[in-house]
């Protein structure tokens, strides 16, 4: 764990708790909202207040910041060795049942960004409400180097 993104105010988390834990080579995220510092990029219920589009762009947002926190807590992406898994957290409007198509926001992020090696297992959930009213939510799991 990088001392530096545990004392950034913007990445520090909400509760007690770490944003990576990393264990026999072995990467664990914590979920990531899709935000800026303190601010989401959006709000509401994928199939309501959120289309498609831009729940995809949130979750390939969330993506981004799960490969930020595991770059800078071993050193950099070249230490990543293979996305295992991603859990992706849909907060869905009654009906709406295309989790999965808002994942693929994310799973393509991953793929184009480390090419084979963002490449993973993954499940998509949909739920009730998530933190802030967040639309996604993002964890991870990554093979890493040891640094």
């Known amino acids: 764990m990088s001392h530096d993104q545990n004392n950034d105010p ?8 770490l944003p990576v834990i ?6 664990y995220v914590s979920g990531q909202l899709p935000r800026r510092g303190e601010d989401l990029l ?3 219920k994928v199939g309501a207040e959120v289309d498609l589009k831009t729940a995809q762009q949130a979750a390939a947002f969330c993506a981004d910041l799960c490969l930020a926190a595991v770059s800078q ?3 950099g992406d070249d230490n990543i060795v293979q996305v295992l898994r991603i859990v992706g957290y ?3 409007a009654p009906g709406f049942t295309q989790q999965s198509q808002v994942m693929n926001g994310a799973s393509d992020r991953l793929v184009e960004r480390l090419g084979d090696r963002g490449r993973h297992s993954r ?6 409400e998530l933190p802030r009213g967040a639309p996604v939510e993002l964890d ?3 093979a ?3 640094v």
């Open 10 to 17: 913007l990445n520090r988390p909400g509760g007690n708790y």
């Open 22 to 27: 990393v264990h026999d080579g072995i990467a």
């Open 42 to 44: 959006c709000v509401g």
């Open 73 to 75: 807590t071993v050193g």
């Open 90 to 92: 849909v907060a869905s």
């Open 123 to 128: 499940t998509s959930v949909g739920v009730a």
């Open 140 to 142: 991870m799991v990554v």
């Open 144 to 146: 890493v180097r040891s």
